[in-house]
């Protein structure tokens, strides 16, 4: 509906009467004509002349009397000849308000509307009514369209601030807005559980009113300096306790405003690092840490060396480095599993912690070889540490119940006076470690410039071996083993010899172990095993030849080819061949050398035990392959008869061996009494100088007979 603004609109059109109409038209007029109540009386020029009103001019015309008193007279005769009169565009309201205060009454009778000056219509206080009423709707209408505006707008206006809440809420980063006056006005769940405190208990508080007081210190004094700066503050990296565990957290501050630009609040949002900077740590530690023992690896070992040396060039410090090797653990390792072995090296780090001093460096080099770079003041600093070492190494390890010996040997650098640079140092104390270990381990040693020498002899010997094949420099030489029941020999052991051109005689003890670094065991051992079977196929007496099988033969499982083709290229019976091996073939890769074990003794070859006693002596070994022999090593033999540990050993040996089944043979008997020992203790064969030493002929065996 179309509101009323100006007395036009509800200016009503009625058509005027003139002065020469009587009041009989005007009164048939009014009866006919119900609704109309107001009638203007113009000239012949629209100027008005009068109103007549519906109400008082009926009263008057309504009797009979009155009729004919006026009816035939003009209209002019009954008309109000001043009526209320007002310009069509007056503002309405402006029209009321005047009326109203001035001539209300003359507004119930109606008034004339003219436009400029002439008569446009005919006003009633009905219209007005109308108009106030339309009016009034219309304010109604609004009122209520107001109404739901504001309905749908605070709607909206929650829906927005609980969409800001969900998100406040739920991003995994801290919101916190304090007042001007550092009072907490908001916290989010992430901040609650970062700063370890509840909504509830924070909120109208200040950081002193809820941490303390170093805490609430720090968060004051960045409130301030944003404060002041009026800028954004980025912390990087503060730490704070929450009350369970310390927490890194990345923090960026900023000053909010109110309406008149003063600051007003402090918005304070904050990441947890403490997870990112624990995965960091974790990678560093990976990268330069051994994850087994904790101690430093090779890259990290690498870098400190490398900065320990450059200490000793520009300040004139000394150092000292440890190369470091357990003795046992392969054995450890092959004989309790990798968990066994893993358990020893942690415990073993764990105990070299304890040894070294505040700014000492322990690595974990790989395997079982660790180094310490030590600060030192003498040399003696150096010895005391490796003896500290040894001795602590000493005590048994507790492996999950198992008590284990693993010893240490340690072989010693020193910078600047052995090498000035990492890789000279790291290999001249990897020479001194060897020194240790070929002297029989469990023990220490600094370098000596006369090692290369004996490395240069290593890798000259390495050369000369590779010719010594072909020049036909190795011989074999057979050494009898007597049956101590028959009095009989029974089999030769054949031993390697090798004719040096320049050094005579070199000692097996010698050039094995090079032959077994190098990989010419392979060669060698082929030719010893093809011309063991090929002599021993030429012997005048069936006697049994026994050959010695390095571990290292086992490795590419070709010895039970190479067998069978010494076998068949010498025609020898398969039950006349023994082979020598040590309880090492049985710690290394147990499986693989079990299988070569089963298919050589398938074919009949005799398989004997070597040395037995001298390593990890264990009854598994001798229960996972069925020896044919079990040889007992010559160190326990040579402390025969005497020696009361000696006897209990050998004894617990042979009865060991005959609940197995197994014949032991004694190695090295020397002495007649030592021959009547091992007779008392059921050994069955025996081997040694007092039977007859190593030689190339052995024909004259043939005839012995040993009372
Ligand atoms: N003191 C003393 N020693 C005695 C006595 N009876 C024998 N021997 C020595 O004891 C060693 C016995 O051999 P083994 O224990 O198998 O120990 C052997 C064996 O492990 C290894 N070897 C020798 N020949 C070969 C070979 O062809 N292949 C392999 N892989 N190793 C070999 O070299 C080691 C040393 O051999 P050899 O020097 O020939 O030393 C031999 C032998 O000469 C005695 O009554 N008193």
Redesign the pocket.
């Known amino acids: 509906m179309q509101k009323a603004a100006h007395v036009s609109d509800i200016t009503d059109t009625v058509d005027p009467v003139f002065p020469q109409t009587t009041n009989s038209q005007i009164y048939d007029s009014f009866r006919d004509n119900s609704d109309l109540l107001v009638l203007a009386v113009v000239d012949t020029c629209g100027r008005v002349l009068g109103l007549i009103e519906r109400h008082s001019f009926n009263l008057k015309m309504a009797s009979e009397y009155g009729r004919a008193l006026f009816g035939n007279k003009s209209v002019t005769t009954m008309m109000d000849t001043c009526p209320l009169t007002v310009e069509a565009e007056t503002p309405l309201r402006d029209f009321m308000q005047a009326t109203l205060a001035e001539r209300a009454s003359e507004l119930l009778r109606g008034f004339i509307v003219t436009r400029d000056g002439a008569y446009a219509g005919v006003g009633t206080t009905l219209s007005i009514l109308k108009a106030m009423n339309d009016d009034l709707q219309d304010s109604l209408l609004q009122q209520r369209e107001m109404v739901s505006d504001l309905i749908r707008l605070s709607a909206e206006s929650e829906r927005h601030q609980s969409f800001l809440n969900t998100i406040i809420d739920n991003i995994p980063a801290m919101v916190l807005v304090k007042d001007a006056h550092s009072r907490v006005k908001l916290i989010n769940p992430a901040g609650e559980d970062m700063l370890g405190v509840k909504r509830s208990d924070v909120v109208g508080k200040t950081s002193h009113d809820i941490f303390p007081a170093e805490q609430a210190d720090t968060f004051t004094r960045s409130d301030r300096r944003v404060l002041a700066s009026g800028e954004a503050v980025m912390i990087e990296e503060e730490a704070i306790y929450n009350g369970v565990r310390q927490r890194t957290v990345q923090l960026k501050k900023t000053v909010l405003r109110g309406p008149d630009g003063a600051p007003d609040s402090i918005l304070t949002l904050g990441i947890d690092l403490t997870e990112q900077k624990a995965a960091e740590a974790r990678i560093a530690q990976l990268a330069h840490y051994d994850p087994l023992t904790g101690l430093g690896n090779r890259t990290l070992y690498t870098h400190e060396i490398e900065q320990a040396l450059s200490r000793v060039q520009r300040h004139g410090h000394h150092l000292a480095l440890h190369c470091l090797d357990l003795d046992r653990f392969k054995t450890v390792n092959d004989s309790f599993g990798h968990l066994a072995g893993d358990a020893l090296l942690r415990q073993v780090g764990e105990r070299l912690r304890l040894c070294v001093r505040k700014g000492d460096f322990i690595a974990r080099m790989g395997g079982d070889e660790f180094a310490i770079i030590q600060n030192i003041e003498r040399p003696e600093d150096a010895r005391c540490l490796a003896e500290r070492v040894i001795e602590v190494m000493k005590s048994p390890f507790d492996i999950n119940g198992i008590r284990l010996e693993a010893g240490v040997s340690v072989g010693i650098a020193l910078a600047p006076e052995d090498a000035a640079d990492a890789n000279n140092l790291l290999s001249r104390a990897d020479l001194a470690l060897y020194r240790v270990k070929s002297e029989g381990r469990n023990g220490w040693c600094f370098y000596h410039a006369e090692m290369d020498a004996v490395v240069q002899q290593r890798l000259e010997m390495e050369h000369e071996l590779r010719t010594a094949l072909s020049e036909q420099q190795f011989q074999?030489?057979f050494?009898p083993l007597l049956n101590l029941d028959s009095g009989e020999v029974v089999s030769f052991?054949?031993?390697?010899?090798w004719h040096h051109p320049h050094r005579g005689m070199v000692?097996?003890?010698e050039f094995?172990p090079v032959a077994e670094d190098s990989g010419l065991?392979g060669p060698?051992?082929d030719w010893?095993l093809r011309e063991a079977c090929r002599q021993a196929a030429q012997w005048p007496t069936p006697w049994r030849i026994a050959?010695?099988?390095?571990p290292l033969?086992f490795r590419d499982g070709s010895l039970p080819r190479l067998v069978k083709d010494a076998l068949k290229a010498s025609g020898l019976d398969p039950r006349r061949l023994e082979l020598?091996i040590?309880e090492s073939v049985l710690l290394a890769d147990e499986k693989h050398n079990l299988k070569i074990l089963n298919t050589v003794r398938d074919m009949g070859v005799r398989i004997a035990m070597?040395?037995f006693g001298t390593g990890y002596s264990s009854l598994s070994y001798l229960r996972a392959f069925p020896f044919d022999k079990i040889?007992i090593?010559?160190s326990f033999v040579?402390d025969l008869p005497h020696d009361q540990n000696a006897l209990s050993i050998i004894r617990a040996i042979s009865d060991m061996a005959e609940a197995l089944g197994v014949h032991i043979t004694a190695?090295?008997?020397?002495t007649e009494a030592q021959m009547e020992a091992l007779k008392a203790m059921n050994c069955r064969e025996a081997?040694?100088?007092?039977i007859g030493?190593?030689a190339a002929a052995i024909e004259a065996y043939a005839a012995v007979k040993v009372a």
């Open positions: 074999l030489h050494q052991e054949a031993l390697l010899r000692s097996p003890g094995i065991i060698i051992g010893v050959v010695n099988i390095s033969q020598e040590t070597d040395d040889k090593d010559q040579r190695e090295g008997v020397e081997q040694g100088y007092l030493r190593p």
